[in-house]
């Protein structure tokens, strides 16, 4: 069993202790409307300006790959630092057992900053959308590799109705397919392969090529908005393996609009200083 499997398995229980209940779109709009106003996720990200990239900076502790990441973690601290370094969005682990995260640390995050905020976790069942709602997440991670087609076209449906952004997440050529027939408006490329955890940032330009060879042309950050709310242009997102200024320049060359950073950026001292130069 590799570690996305025990990850999966591990999800499973955790969501076996959830209230049973059937969620629908209008129970996940009644509980945005319940738990306050939602930051516009896409919209943060469209905002970089010409020639820039956007950064979701991810507040994160540790992983089944690095163990401890970061000893001296708080992740309010951390947030107002990404915040105040210029990053677009935030990311926050919730996953406890493999990435020592807490959805606590969504609350927590929420309430001290005003950045729109993605709950990262490994989401199989619509009761954790509704907990990401009722934690104070904005947006929500959808992982291909784990859900079913039916799974992934209502999760998406639900959440996107409901008024959450959602990033759909792609570690391959058959994922990116499966992702691209429910036209999210946000694709992920994880250059990190989830099953053995090596990281390769060709991933991303591979799989930026493919969409392009398919007509599906990437919308860039400083696109106008009609482009970016056009089906056929998701927003390329790359993610992992991103340490350098190189590295970024690499990504936006093959189309990626954002990335997604957290261990590069959390394992450095001085966080204002390593986002300026990533993003420039």
């Not at 202790?17 to 516009?40: N, S, V």
């Not at 690095?66 to 000893?71: D, F, M, Q």
Request: proline share 3%.
């Amino acid at each position: 069993m590799n570690i996305l499997d025990k990850i999966v398995e591990e999800k499973k229980r955790e969501v076996a202790k959830l209230p049973a209940r059937i969620i629908a779109a209008g129970d996940l709009r009644d509980a945005m409307l319940e738990h306050g106003e939602r930051r516009d996720f896409l919209a943060a990200l469209r905002k970089s300006k010409r020639g820039e990239i956007a950064l979701i900076a991810e507040v994160k502790k540790a992983s089944p790959s690095a163990g401890v990441i970061c000893k001296d973690f708080d992740p309010v601290r951390i947030a107002k630092e990404y915040e105040a370094a210029g990053a677009s969005c935030l990311s926050v682990l919730t996953d406890e057992k493999f990435f020592q995260g807490s959805l606590d640390h969504l609350r927590q995050i929420r309430a001290a900053v005003k950045l729109p905020l993605l709950r990262k976790d490994f989401i199989i069942d619509e009761r954790q959308i509704l907990e990401a709602i009722e934690w104070g997440a904005d947006a929500i991670l959808l992982i291909v590799a784990i859900l079913t087609d039916e799974q992934l076209a209502k999760f998406h449906s639900l959440a996107s109705e409901a008024g959450l952004a959602v990033l759909v997440e792609v570690h391959d050529e058959e994922e990116l397919e499966r992702a691209l027939k429910i036209s999210p408006a946000l694709i992920g490329v994880n250059n990190r392969n989830l099953k053995t955890f090596k990281v390769d940032l060709a991933t991303t330009e591979r799989l930026a090529a493919k969409m392009e060879d398919g007509g599906w042309k990437m919308a860039k950050t400083s696109a106008p908005s009609s482009i970016l709310n056009s089906p056929s242009s998701p927003l390329l997102v790359a993610e992992s393996g991103i340490h350098n200024r190189a590295d970024v320049e690499r990504l936006k060359k093959c189309g990626a609009g954002v990335i997604l950073v957290g261990e590069s950026l959390v394992k450095q001292g001085d966080i204002k200083t390593k986002v300026r130069e990533l993003i420039g």
